[in-house]
């Protein structure tokens, strides 16, 4: 059972700046993959950004410049940096894994900008 626990959102000002979390119980090095992925209400959930197993990454149109993925091996986890954040970033923002087999997600962490 591969559990992802994000944490680190919250209510910010349109130009403020969120560090999310996301711990795995397991070593992420098993996952080809990691991301984030966020959904706002009434909309599908969308791609924000992702790192592969070699380190790549790539973002979201919307985020690029402004958002920066990254991972820590020693710690399971992989972070989103989040700035320069606009209401249009409000949504919750999920933490998602894939290895050979499935693809895993956690719960969320609620993000919202608004002054």
């Known amino acids: 059972?591969?559990?992802?626990?994000?944490?680190?959102?919250?209510?910010?000002?349109?130009?403020?700046?969120?560090?999310?979390?996301?711990?795995?119980?397991?070593?992420i090095s098993r996952f080809y993959k990691m991301g984030w992925y966020r959904q706002a209400p009434a909309k599908p959930r969308e791609l924000v950004a992702a790192i592969t197993s070699g380190g790549s990454t790539n973002y979201a149109d919307s985020v690029k410049g402004r958002f920066t993925i990254?991972?820590?091996?020693?710690?399971?986890?992989?972070?989103?940096?989040?700035?320069?954040?606009?209401?249009?970033?409000?949504?919750?923002?999920?933490?998602?894994?894939g290895d050979v087999s499935r693809e895993y997600w956690g719960q969320g962490t609620q993000v919202t900008v608004s002054s």
């Open 1 to 27: 059972q591969v559990d992802l626990v994000e944490s680190g959102g919250g209510l910010v000002q349109p130009g403020g700046s969120l560090r999310l979390s996301c711990a795995a119980n397991e070593i």
């Open 70 to 97: 990254s991972k820590d091996y020693a710690k399971n986890s992989v972070y989103l940096q989040m700035n320069s954040l606009n209401p249009e970033d409000t949504a919750r923002y999920y933490c998602n894994a």
